[in-house]
């Protein structure tokens, strides 16, 4: 809320290119070609499901089922039954997880096998042990408008000709499933729900989760009116847990205060594509408890805008929801300030400007001005041009492809000119 003491707060990173579901990295798959395919003989070489693998999938898959209808229904029984029962740290995690996903209210909730990855053998929990790649795909009640995926590794075994799951770490080092951990997977949670948001908290910190969700109410109105664009809902998380957030969610050289990840679900039944379905906002865990109304209202807007995909410049982008986190600012008693900062800018930094600030400088060691110079950008674009032609320009610039010719043709189509007028006009004014 602050803005003279805002300078850690300022630095957001709007990132959304980390591949969450690690397609690159898949390693070659089980299912061969030949695979359902009746006419290659049984012992073809080139099937490599062997019946025992089809037998251990089917299975799996049933306990998957049964345990997603278990949490849907709130049936913890049923939940645990396929877990080893000699492995009790998994089904105290186990348990952990389930009243976690009760206390989140799940419209849906469905696990799948990711077939594009081989199962690993896995000694140390008995010779039939291997770990499977699963896709659970969930939707939050009145947050999301469908499931979003996210990857799991677990462990089964036969155990006295049952399936059971009996570990769900075995994968853990792979370098996606490591990147960040879903709220749900780091202790109690509590969470706090208001029109429109859902704030997910540690289970001691219910009151931060009410002061996010009440802070949101405050940031809607304006996200709403400017981005013109609404949506169910939006999940907030705000963990103490630093796992909650990717090492890679960094921006000039540190990590961000708050990005807007993108929710994917797969585009095919094989989950051999992702789209993206929405956002989610991660806080920095070392800023949870600072976090307002204007970071939210920041985030909100990458959320917003999303949808409309991801090829416009980052000048516009940040420029956009630094606008919306300004005018909520100016709305909130920070006229002045904004007023000291804009001739700041408009003195000492816009004068030197040549073009658009470049997409590079916002994701490298960039100098922070980068923010400021894009809402002076938008601020100006927004009152020669008015918000209806922004929002467009944003629209078109947003489908790509990003290539310099496209961008000022399609600056020159919503503008009437292109980037080096556009840079002498602001200038000049
Ligand atoms: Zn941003």
């Known amino acids: 809320m602050e803005l003279t003491t805002s300078a850690g707060r300022r630095r957001w990173l709007w990132t959304a290119g980390i591949a969450v579901?690690?397609?690159?990295?898949?390693?070659?798959?089980?299912?061969?070609?030949g695979?359902?395919?009746?006419?290659?003989?049984?012992?073809?070489p080139t099937v490599s499901a062997t019946p025992s693998e089809e037998q251990m999938l089917a299975a799996v898959d049933t306990v998957l089922k049964t345990r997603a209808s278990a949490v849907l229904t709130g049936q913890l029984s049923q939940y645990l039954q396929n877990v080893?029962?000699?492995?009790?740290?998994?089904?105290q995690r186990d348990q952990q997880v389930f009243a976690n996903?009760?206390?989140?209210?799940?419209?849906?909730l469905s696990y799948q096998v990711d077939t594009n990855w081989a199962p690993e053998p896995q000694e140390q929990h008995g010779p039939s042990a291997r770990a499977l790649r699963v896709l659970m795909q969930l939707q939050v009640a009145g947050i999301d408008a469908t499931p979003r995926a996210t990857s799991l590794g677990y462990t089964f075994a036969e155990r006295d000709g049952r399936w059971l799951l009996v570990d769900d770490d075995d994968l853990a080092a792979e370098s996606d499933l490591n990147a960040y951990r879903e709220p749900w997977d780091l202790g109690a949670i509590e969470v706090a729900r208001r029109p429109g948001v859902l704030v997910v908290v540690p289970a001691a910190e219910r009151r931060n989760g009410e002061r996010l969700a009440r802070e949101s109410q405050l940031a809607f109105p304006t996200v709403r009116a400017i981005t013109r664009r609404?949506?169910?809902?939006?999940?907030?998380?705000?963990?103490?847990?630093?796992?909650?957030?990717?090492?890679?969610?960094?921006?000039?050289?540190h990590p961000a205060a708050a990005v807007a990840v993108r929710n994917f679900a797969p585009a095919n039944p094989e989950a051999s594509e992702f789209e993206?379905?929405?956002s989610r906002v991660v806080i920095n865990p070392?800023?949870?408890t600072k976090a307002g109304r204007l970071l939210l209202a920041h985030e909100f807007t990458h959320a917003a805008m999303e949808p409309l995909g991801d090829r416009a410049p980052s000048w516009l982008v940040e420029g956009l929801a630094m606008y919306v986190e300004n005018e909520l600012a100016a709305r909130n008693g920070y006229r002045e300030e904004l007023a000291d900062q804009r001739r700041e800018l408009l003195r000492e930094k816009i004068p030197a400007l040549v073009v658009l600030p470049i997409?590079?400088?916002f994701h490298g060691d960039y100098d922070e001005d980068s923010y400021g110079v894009s809402w002076v950008i938008v601020e100006y674009l927004v009152t020669k041009y008015g918000q209806r032609t922004v929002n467009a320009l944003y629209a078109d610039l947003a489908r790509g492809p990003d290539d310099p010719a496209v961008r000022e043709q399609v600056l020159r189509k919503h503008l009437k000119v292109g980037e080096t007028a556009l840079v002498a006009a602001l200038k000049k004014s």
């Open 230 to 253: 609404t949506q169910a809902g939006i999940l907030v998380i705000a963990m103490a847990d630093s796992r909650s957030m990717s090492a890679e969610w960094r921006t000039g050289g």
């Open 101 to 108: 996903l009760r206390k989140l209210g799940l419209a849906r």
């Open 359 to 361: 997409d590079g400088v």
């Open 84 to 91: 080893d029962p000699a492995n009790q740290q998994l089904r």
């Open 276 to 278: 993206v379905t929405g």
């Open 35 to 44: 695979r359902g395919d009746d006419d290659v003989p049984a012992a073809s």
């Open 286 to 288: 070392d800023q949870r």
């Open 21 to 33: 579901l690690a397609l690159v990295a898949a390693t070659i798959t089980w299912i061969a070609t």
